[in-house]
């Protein structure tokens, strides 16, 4: 079936430093989104992209849509305590439901 | 605007037993779809709800359904209660689809002893 991986699973920076998370799906998606969940909370939108090679910028955050729709990525620049918790990346599956990736969780050392 | 809520917040249960869990969406809202977050397995897709149909379905057991109302609340209930059912379940509402920008409601952490 049709699958969204992400990696790493598990990421800790020391404060100021960058961060990646990749998000590969086994099927083009007719668009990719990127949630984040804090420690104990529930997840919450954060972007959603659509065209290929598309690139968004959210102050400090960085995401960016493969050409081929397939691939994507959230980059954070001079991280900060606030940027703790789990980001999930999701794209729409054939049937329609949405495909989540199994998280990426940022630890970020004071 | 209110955010989606859902309740209980917190439920144990026993094995074997049956449990229901609410949503309500934010106004407006017709599509609720509820996940299942455990930490071995991420965030599963359980169902999606739209104008009072299932519009879609996870590769959940059929012990666990649900169902929507006429003002878009939505129900789940899960029957024969089993100790891998523990988790966190999360209801999540959007305008028209469940392929686009969901909003998660706080979730019901449902324990089975």
């Known amino acids: 079936g049709q699958q969204v991986m992400q990696i790493p699973q598990y990421q800790h920076v020391q404060e100021g430093e960058d961060f990646t998370t990749y998000c590969n799906s086994s099927t083009t998606l007719s668009n990719i989104q990127w949630y984040k969940q804090r420690p104990g909370g529930h997840p919450v939108f954060l972007i959603q992209l659509v065209k290929s090679g598309e690139v968004k910028k959210q102050k400090r955050l960085t995401f960016q849509f493969g050409e081929a729709k397939k691939n994507s990525s959230l980059h954070i620049t001079a991280t900060q305590t606030t940027d703790v918790g789990t980001y999930f990346c999701a794209g729409p599956g054939n049937t329609g439901k949405l495909i989540f990736g199994q998280g990426t969780t940022l630890q970020v050392k004071p | 605007k209110a955010g989606v809520t859902q309740t209980p917040r917190y439920l144990i249960k026993t094995r074997g037993q049956q449990v229901t869990l609410s949503c309500s969406p934010i106004?407006?809202?017709?599509?609720v779809s509820w996940y299942q977050q455990t930490p071995g397995q991420g965030l599963q897709f359980l169902f999606e709800?739209?104008?009072?149909?299932?519009?879609n379905k996870g590769n959940f057991p059929g012990r666990f359904s649900g169902r929507q109302f006429s003002n878009s609340r939505s129900e789940m209930n899960v029957s024969t209660l089993e100790l891998g059912d523990s988790a966190l379940y999360l209801c999540a509402s959007s305008l028209e689809s469940g392929r686009n920008e969901q909003f998660f409601g706080p979730g019901t952490r449902l324990t089975v002893l």
């Open positions: 709800y739209f104008s009072e149909t299932q519009r």
């Open positions: 106004s407006g809202h017709r599509s």
